[in-house]
């Protein structure tokens, strides 16, 4: 394990029977309804990669790229900044938002504001992790692939200071390693 990590959350084995999970779910809820994945750059990158290969009706996916958590940031800006557009119109869509993590709900609730301005016919959320004591914005999230402690995770995409997101599993950052930056 990297030296940099405390502890495991959700081990590789967890994160694949968690994805086959997710994946039957929105298969069944979405049969018929040519879906469109919008992943949510940079860190739910991984995620959506494994879990599409879980969905097994027709779909599409397009890629956005939002930030509120700058640099050597633990704790949100609070101001989500558009990086990088969607290519593909939402209107009529079944739209649904994939993220690594809700924690404040800042990103995803800006997100939906901003989908519903786009004439989605549905928005629903897709996250793999939900860190609900830090929640400042009430965001209803549909799946949900694992609860989590207040900790500053890192690894299966997510990252600390654009680190740690290759790690293949998802762990509790060590204080020590931001106190000291
Ligand atoms: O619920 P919130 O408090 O808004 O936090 C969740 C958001 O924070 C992270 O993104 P970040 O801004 O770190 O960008 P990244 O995905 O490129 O790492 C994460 O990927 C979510 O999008
Ligand atoms: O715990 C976290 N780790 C990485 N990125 C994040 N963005 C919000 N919360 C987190």
Do not use: W
């Not at 999970?21 to 979405?30: F, Q, S």
């Not at 956005?64 to 558009?82: A, C, F, K, P």
Request: net charge negative; aromatic share 8%; with cysteine.
């Amino acid at each position: 394990m990297n030296s940099d990590i405390e502890r495991v959350l959700v081990s590789q084995e967890k994160i694949e029977e968690t994805n086959i999970r997710l994946g039957k779910e929105l298969t069944k809820d979405y049969a018929d309804k040519n879906p469109l994945f919008v992943c949510i750059l940079r860190g739910a990158a991984m995620f959506m990669m494994d879990l599409v290969k879980n969905i097994d009706i027709p779909m599409e996916y397009d890629f956005m790229d939002v930030s509120s958590y700058g640099g050597e940031n633990t704790s949100t800006t609070g101001e989500v900044r558009i990086i990088k557009d969607l290519d593909t119109p939402l209107s009529g869509r079944d739209v649904v938002i994939v993220e690594d993590i809700i924690d404040t709900g800042y990103t995803l609730d800006r997100l939906i504001e901003l989908f519903k301005t786009r004439n989605a016919k549905s928005i629903r959320i897709v996250s793999f992790l939900d860190k609900p004591a830090r929640r400042i914005k009430h965001v209803h999230v549909d799946y949900v692939g694992a609860q989590i402690p207040d900790a500053f995770v890192v690894g299966y995409g997510m990252d600390f200071d654009e680190h740690y997101r290759n790690l293949p599993y998802v762990g509790v950052l060590s204080p020590e390693v931001y106190s000291t930056k």
